[in-house]
């Protein structure tokens, strides 16, 4: 078993950056592929970004290639998203989420057993 704390969030303005954090506890962080989810008002639960567990594969959807990083430190046992060059419609709820399968369609939210609470990101225009 596996909790997920996010944190990190906040206000930026449009063309800022902020890095949001997902620290995990147990001894088996390495043992999950992790992956950051958004949800903003009104709108579904998306996929942000996904990173296997040795970190050797990633995914990222079309709305953040290019600006966003995913990235993880097993022995912190902590998951990273570096955003840059953020847009107002960026503005969600920034879930991290936690998958002990194998890597593979780690892009939908089904997928991910554990998650956190949430952090907010807000992009002012």
């Known amino acids: 078993q596996v909790q997920l704390v996010e944190s990190g969030g906040g206000l930026v303005q449009a063309g800022g950056s902020l890095r949001v954090s997902c620290a995990a506890s147990?001894?088996?962080?390495?043992?999950?592929?992790m992956g950051w989810f958004r949800q903003a008002p009104g709108k579904e639960r998306e996929f942000v970004a996904a990173?296997?567990?040795?970190?050797?594969?990633?995914y990222y959807a079309d709305s953040v290639r290019g600006r966003f990083t995913i990235s993880r430190d097993n022995a912190k046992k902590t998951v990273y998203l570096q955003m840059n060059s953020l847009k107002p419609e960026d503005t969600a709820v920034y879930y991290c989420?936690?998958?002990?399968?194998?890597?593979?369609?780690?892009?939908?939210?089904?997928?991910?057993?554990?998650w956190g609470q949430g952090t907010q990101v807000t992009v002012s225009s």
């Open positions: 990173i296997s567990r040795s970190a050797d594969n990633i």
């Open positions: 147990g001894r088996t962080f390495s043992s999950y592929n």
């Open positions: 989420a936690a998958d002990r399968a194998a890597w593979g369609s780690n892009t939908v939210a089904w997928k991910y057993y554990y």
